[in-house]
Each structure stands twice: as structure tokens, then as C-alpha cells.
């Protein structure tokens, strides 16, 4: 069993969550129980509710699927990593999201922002528990404070990425009326800055349970919000502390793994390359309870590895990304200008066995080469060929060998999955750095950096067909300097498509980059031909960016003298 932070409702921690019941606000959570809140006002009660706030992070059990930091819907069909995939009536709510033609009723819209602000309740809660308690030392204290103000600034950084105009609630939000005088006019960035901060400045270098957060993972957070605001210099002096000193909560210092592979291994999950994720288990007694929820549709379908379900498709332009050229670099201008080959655009001379990044077989399942240790991949195992294309995720699903310690069936055919998901892993702190390196003009540096990430890739097993390679697979660093500030910039953007693919990063990277709008409307020019659902699908800058505020969050906000608090997103 991992030593880490279980993350299980107690009789104390559900008990907590109804301190705070407010029938009018989008903060409401049905009740669960009734004990005094004076009951709760000590350390098992305020640890028992901590641990409810870490359970937060895992969304799908709080409000629904697409709600976690998977955020396979959000950043990952959203952008052109991947297609919803399946067919198109099954969860047929998230085609308009698709399409960005999504309306502020949508379910998963609502779901969303619930998940973003029940965990952010439930860190109010705690904190109001911890004020009380007379029987918590200061240094413990100080402690649990920093890890709920973590989990706060994190639910407000996934509102702001998702919603960006949203209110900061703090633990003072108590009564309706507080929740009903709530406003969306002003960044939260600051708050949330200093949310992250005080967890930097007050978190120890390392916890008794690995899966609690420790200083240099707030820290990693801390630098990525001030990377989303642009604050290059800022994020870069904090990325080069967490790469000079950086470790995890087992005290190895941060590093990549040896081969791309292992970082999707629930073995190497808390190695060096981890820097925060969930802390998924099966086999623990509660039936699949703390298995990762929102992974459940994301499997091959059929007599695939699991049974079910076929969404989160890669598409067709993220597997084009993987095409090297004869040195080993990737070929940014032109790798969408012809598609490789699979079995349905070239059903007689497939699979391809061209030039390849190795990466790709390692973030893509392509029918005709191996996947994992479940044998060659077949047709069968995609559930709408039309639909959802030619291709199946293959970064999160259990190799054969994993089935008895990382994965257990569910009731209903889907698989149960309990390797954590990575919420931020060192390639990515890498890849970040190095953009904050080129924008502060560090060429050389952010090419060191980069080269890392290339490296490692090419020291990164191959997938392998009958004891050979599956494909041509090359890829090699960058040799000749940087000295082109915008090429060093497109470089830096373009690893992070092939190294972070499939693992709900890119969307948000589109849009804080400001390109979000071209990406996308290129994608839809290009994948609609192939794919009809995204025919005359179009991203609409200025609006398209953000989801819209859920339509029952505006109704709700309404004071009783008439005042709207909570507004709605431009263009909705």
C-alpha cells in the first residue's frame, strides 16, 4: 500500500462539509450529516476535514465527470490534441463544446465551475475548523493552513483558466447574503498569488505522506501563475530555484525519468519527474471509490484492454506533430502539410512505419504497432471509426502487468484506474522555465532546457514490433544555436505539443499564448475535412477563450435589492 495521503471520506470529513448551508449559492452542498460544528473544532476534526479538501481534487466525485485536473474535456478536446472521439450521441452535451458552440445551461459547464468552487467551500471550511482548534500545536497550524491555501488558490487557478472572470471567496463567505454580494469585476490573480506564496514560504521540503503538497510544488504553481500572467521574470527566478533545489515530498530531488515511458508507470508515480498529482488507489477496499473517475471513458472500447468507453480520441494533426526530419528535429512548418498513414486513410499500406519522434507511440495508440503489453492494437478497439477517427489515448491506460495493483472493473464494463494523475511533472517545469528564458532572452539557456526534454526522449525505449522498432524512430536535441528570439520561441512551444499531448495541457497554453484563435480555426480548416462533426466549427476570438458563466450562477447571484454580482462572459 503507498504511504501516501488516503484520499477517503471519514465520518469527521463528511460531516464538515455541511457547516456552511447556503440553498441559494453555486458554494451549496447537500447535506450529508449533522454534527456540531464544535464537535469538529479540534485536530481530528480539522484533519479529517483536510482530508476531504485534498478530495476535492479529484472533481468527478464532488459534481460529475470532467470536473478533476484530468481536464481531458478542457484542455485536451478543446485543442488540437483530440477529438471527444465515441459516437456522437453518447454524452452528446460535450459535442457543442467541441464545436465552441456551447451555451451557459450546458451540464458539464455547470459541473465545472461546481467542482472549482465546492473545493474551494470545503478549504473555506477547514480553515474556519482550524481557527478554532485548541488542540493543534502552531507549527501544525501553520502547516495545515498552507496546505488548504493551496487547494484554494488551485481551485481558483482552475476557475480563472476556465472562466476567467470569477469571484475570489474567501472563508468569511458564510451567509447567503455573503455568497449573493459576491462579484466577478476584478482579477483574482492577486489572491491567488499570494494563496500559492504563503503555501512556498511555509510548506516543508518534505511531508510524511507523499501525497500531500510540499514547498516546491506550491512553489511550481506559484511560477506557473505568474507564467499565465506573463510575469517572465518572476516565474523564471522561481524555475530556477525549483530546478537548482526542487524535490519531492520522498526528498529526491526533481529529475527527469529515465525513459518517457515511466512516467505513465504506476511504479515510477512518486519518482523524481513527480512534482503534484492526485494519489489514485484501487485495491484498498472501497471497490474503486479513489480510482481516477474521470478516466473511466477514456479507454479503448471492445476487446480493447478495458471494454469501454472510446473518448478523448488524439487527432489526426497531434499525430502528424511526431514527424522528424532526418537530423531529428521536429518539422514545426510543415508536419500538418501531409497525414501519416493509418488504417482508414490508407487501409491497404498502414500502419506507418515512417520517421518518428518515439514519443508518439508512447502518447498515441495506433492500430498495427503494439500497445503497452496488450499486443498490436486493432480496429475493433475503437468504438466509432467516423466519429472519433483512427487513433485511442494510450498515456493513461494500465499495461497488462498493472491490472492487479493500479486498476479494477467497474459495474458497468468501464475500467477503474488507479495510477495518480500528474499534475505537474519536471518536463513540464522545464518546458516552463524555458519559456520564461526566451522571453527574458536566455536563449542558450531555454535550449539547454528543451534539450533535456529531447533527450530523454531519445533515450526513451521503443515501442517494438517482433524485436524491432515499429517506425523509423528519430529524434535528436537541437545543435545549432538559438539566436532567433521568435524560432526559439516556436521551438519552446512546439516541444511542449509533442512532450505534454494527451495530458490536458495544451488549450490553456493556446490561449495564454494568444493564439488560440489561429490554432484552432486552422485545426477545424483542416480535421473537418476528415472529420464531419467539425465541419464549419469555428473559434471566435474574444469570447471563445473562456467558458461561459453557468446560467445558474448569474440567476443565483441576484441581491434583494436587485443588484447582479455575477455577470456573464463577453460574447454569451
Request: proline share 4%; glycine share 10%; aromatic share 12%.
Given at each position: 500500500m503507498?504511504?501516501t495521503?488516503?484520499?477517503?471520506?471519514?465520518?469527521?470529513?463528511?460531516?464538515?462539509?455541511?457547516?456552511?448551508?447556503?440553498?441559494?449559492?453555486?458554494?451549496?452542498?447537500?447535506?450529508l450529516?449533522?454534527?456540531?460544528?464544535?464537535s469538529l473544532?479540534?485536530?481530528?476534526?480539522?484533519?479529517?476535514?483536510?482530508?476531504?479538501?485534498y478530495?476535492?481534487?479529484?472533481g468527478s466525485?464532488?459534481?460529475?465527470?470532467?470536473?478533476s485536473a484530468?481536464?481531458?474535456?478542457?484542455?485536451?478536446?478543446r485543442s488540437?490534441?483530440a477529438?471527444?472521439?465515441?459516437?456522437?450521441?453518447?454524452?452528446g452535451q460535450?459535442?457543442?463544446?467541441e464545436?465552441?458552440?456551447?451555451?451557459?445551461s450546458?451540464s458539464s459547464?455547470?459541473?465545472?465551475?461546481?467542482?472549482c468552487?465546492?473545493?474551494?467551500g470545503?478549504a473555506?471550511?477547514?480553515l474556519?475548523?482550524?481557527a478554532?482548534?485548541k488542540?493543534?500545536?502552531d507549527?501544525?497550524?501553520?502547516r495545515?493552513?498552507?496546505?488548504?491555501?493551496?487547494?484554494r488558490?488551485?481551485?481558483?487557478?482552475?476557475?480563472?483558466?476556465?472562466f476567467?472572470?470569477v469571484?475570489?471567496?474567501?472563508?468569511?463567505?458564510?451567509t447567503?447574503?455573503?455568497f449573493?454580494?459576491?462579484?466577478?469585476?476584478?482579477n483574482i490573480?492577486?489572491?491567488?498569488?499570494?494563496?500559492?506564496?504563503f503555501?512556498?514560504?511555509?510548506l516543508p521540503?518534505?511531508q510524511?505522506?507523499?501525497g500531500r503538497?510540499?514547498?516546491?510544488?506550491?512553489?511550481?504553481?506559484l511560477?506557473?501563475?505568474?507564467?499565465?500572467?506573463?510575469k517572465y521574470?518572476?516565474?523564471?527566478?522561481l524555475?530556477?530555484?525549483?530546478?537548482a533545489?526542487?524535490?519531492?515530498?520522498k526528498?529526491?530531488?526533481?529529475?527527469?525519468l529515465?525513459?518517457?515511458n515511466?512516467?505513465?508507470q504506476?511504479?515510477?508515480?512518486?519518482?523524481?519527474?513527480?512534482?503534484?498529482?492526485?494519489?489514485?488507489?484501487?485495491?484498498d477496499?472501497?471497490?474503486?471509490?479513489n480510482s481516477?473517475?474521470?478516466?473511466?471513458?477514456t479507454?479503448p472500447?471492445?476487446d480493447?484492454?478495458?471494454?469501454c468507453?472510446?473518448?478523448?480520441?488524439?487527432?489526426?494533426?497531434?499525430?502528424?506533430?511526431?514527424?522528424?526530419d532526418?537530423a531529428g528535429?521536429?518539422?514545426?512548418a510543415?508536419?500538418?502539410?501531409i497525414?501519416?498513414?493509418?488504417?482508414?486513410?490508407?487501409?491497404?499500406?498502414?500502419p506507418?512505419?515512417?520517421?518518428?519522434?518515439p514519443?508518439?507511440?508512447?502518447?498515441?495508440?495506433r492500430?498495427?504497432?503494439?500497445f503497452?503489453?496488450?499486443?498490436v492494437?486493432?480496429?475493433?478497439?475503437?468504438?466509432?471509426?467516423?466519429?472519433?477517427?483512427?487513433y485511442?489515448?494510450?498515456?493513461?491506460?494500465?499495461?497488462?502487468?498493472?491490472?492487479d495493483k493500479?486498476f479494477v472493473?467497474?459495474?458497468w464494463g468501464?475500467?477503474q484506474?488507479?495510477?495518480?494523475?500528474?499534475?505537474?511533472?519536471?518536463?513540464?517545469?522545464?518546458l516552463?522555465?524555458?519559456?520564461?528564458?526566451v522571453?527574458?532572452?536566455?536563449?542558450?539557456?531555454a535550449?539547454e532546457?528543451?534539450?533535456?526534454?529531447?533527450?530523454?526522449?531519445?533515450?526513451?525505449?521503443y515501442?517494438?514490433?517482433?524485436g524491432k522498432?515499429?517506425?523509423?524512430?528519430?529524434?535528436?536535441p537541437?545543435?545549432?544555436?538559438?539566436?532567433?528570439?521568435a524560432?526559439?520561441?516556436?521551438?519552446?512551444r512546439?516541444?511542449?505539443y509533442?512532450?505534454l499531448?494527451?495530458?490536458?495541457h495544451?488549450?490553456?497554453?493556446?490561449?495564454?499564448?494568444?493564439?488560440?484563435d489561429?490554432?484552432?480555426?486552422a485545426?477545424f480548416?483542416?480535421?473537418?475535412?476528415?472529420?464531419?462533426?467539425?465541419?464549419?466549427?469555428?473559434?471566435?476570438?474574444?469570447?471563445?477563450?473562456?467558458?461561459p458563466?453557468?446560467?445558474?450562477?448569474?440567476n443565483?447571484?441576484?441581491?434583494?435589492?436587485?443588484?447582479?454580482?455575477?455577470?456573464?462572459?463577453p460574447?454569451?
Amino acid at each position: 500500500m503507498k504511504n501516501t495521503l488516503k484520499i477517503i471520506f471519514t465520518t469527521a470529513s463528511v460531516a464538515s462539509l455541511v457547516l456552511y448551508s447556503c440553498k441559494e449559492s453555486f458554494l451549496e452542498r447537500p447535506p450529508l450529516g449533522a454534527i456540531a460544528e464544535t464537535s469538529l473544532s479540534n485536530s481530528a476534526g480539522v484533519n479529517g476535514a483536510l482530508i476531504s479538501t485534498y478530495r476535492t481534487l479529484t472533481g468527478s466525485n464532488v459534481a460529475g465527470w470532467y470536473t478533476s485536473a484530468m481536464n481531458w474535456v478542457w484542455g485536451g478536446v478543446r485543442s488540437d490534441d483530440a477529438y471527444k472521439g465515441t459516437e456522437a450521441s453518447d454524452q452528446g452535451q460535450l459535442n457543442p463544446i467541441e464545436r465552441f458552440e456551447v451555451l451557459p445551461s450546458n451540464s458539464s459547464i455547470n459541473d465545472k465551475w461546481r467542482a472549482c468552487y465546492d473545493g474551494i467551500g470545503m478549504a473555506n471550511n477547514t480553515l474556519n475548523l482550524l481557527a478554532q482548534a485548541k488542540d493543534i500545536s502552531d507549527t501544525d497550524k501553520k502547516r495545515i493552513e498552507a496546505e488548504t491555501k493551496f487547494i484554494r488558490a488551485y481551485h481558483h487557478f482552475e476557475a480563472k483558466r476556465n472562466f476567467n472572470n470569477v469571484p475570489w471567496v474567501d472563508e468569511k463567505a458564510i451567509t447567503t447574503a455573503d455568497f449573493k454580494a459576491l462579484t466577478n469585476d476584478k482579477n483574482i490573480y492577486p489572491q491567488i498569488e499570494a494563496e500559492f506564496k504563503f503555501a512556498f514560504d511555509n510548506l516543508p521540503e518534505t511531508q510524511a505522506q507523499i501525497g500531500r503538497v510540499n514547498k516546491w510544488a506550491a512553489g511550481a504553481f506559484l511560477a506557473k501563475a505568474y507564467l499565465y500572467q506573463g510575469k517572465y521574470a518572476e516565474a523564471k527566478t522561481l524555475f530556477d530555484q525549483i530546478i537548482a533545489n526542487g524535490k519531492n515530498s520522498k526528498g529526491q530531488k526533481y529529475g527527469l525519468l529515465k525513459n518517457f515511458n515511466q512516467v505513465f508507470q504506476g511504479d515510477f508515480e512518486n519518482e523524481q519527474e513527480a512534482v503534484f498529482g492526485i494519489q489514485y488507489t484501487t485495491g484498498d477496499g472501497t471497490g474503486g471509490a479513489n480510482s481516477n473517475k474521470d478516466a473511466e471513458l477514456t479507454n479503448p472500447h471492445n476487446d480493447g484492454p478495458t471494454g469501454c468507453c472510446g473518448f478523448y480520441q488524439p487527432a489526426q494533426s497531434l499525430v502528424n506533430a511526431f514527424k522528424t526530419d532526418a537530423a531529428g528535429l521536429p518539422l514545426i512548418a510543415t508536419y500538418n502539410d501531409i497525414d501519416v498513414k493509418n488504417h482508414e486513410n490508407s487501409p491497404t499500406a498502414f500502419p506507418d512505419k515512417g520517421r518518428f519522434d518515439p514519443r508518439l507511440d508512447w502518447t498515441v495508440g495506433r492500430v498495427g504497432i503494439p500497445f503497452l503489453d496488450w499486443g498490436v492494437a486493432k480496429g475493433s478497439w475503437i468504438r466509432n471509426l467516423a466519429n472519433g477517427g483512427p487513433y485511442m489515448p494510450i498515456k493513461n491506460i494500465q499495461t497488462k502487468g498493472e491490472l492487479d495493483k493500479y486498476f479494477v472493473s467497474g459495474g458497468w464494463g468501464q475500467g477503474q484506474l488507479g495510477k495518480n494523475q500528474l499534475i505537474i511533472r519536471f518536463a513540464d517545469v522545464l518546458l516552463m522555465a524555458a519559456e520564461c528564458e526566451v522571453e527574458v532572452g536566455s536563449l542558450d539557456k531555454a535550449q539547454e532546457y528543451v534539450n533535456m526534454v529531447r533527450n530523454r526522449a531519445k533515450g526513451s525505449a521503443y515501442v517494438m514490433d517482433g524485436g524491432k522498432p515499429a517506425a523509423d524512430y528519430t529524434v535528436n536535441p537541437y545543435t545549432a544555436k538559438w539566436t532567433d528570439k521568435a524560432a526559439a520561441r516556436t521551438a519552446v512551444r512546439f516541444e511542449r505539443y509533442l512532450e505534454l499531448g494527451m495530458e490536458g495541457h495544451r488549450f490553456y497554453d493556446l490561449v495564454r499564448w494568444g493564439i488560440a484563435d489561429q490554432v484552432k480555426n486552422a485545426f477545424f480548416a483542416k480535421e473537418g475535412k476528415i472529420r464531419t462533426h467539425l465541419a464549419g466549427a469555428r473559434f471566435t476570438k474574444g469570447k471563445d477563450e473562456y467558458l461561459p458563466i453557468p446560467e445558474y450562477v448569474i440567476n443565483q447571484s441576484k441581491t434583494s435589492d436587485g443588484n447582479q454580482g455575477i455577470k456573464q462572459n463577453p460574447g454569451y
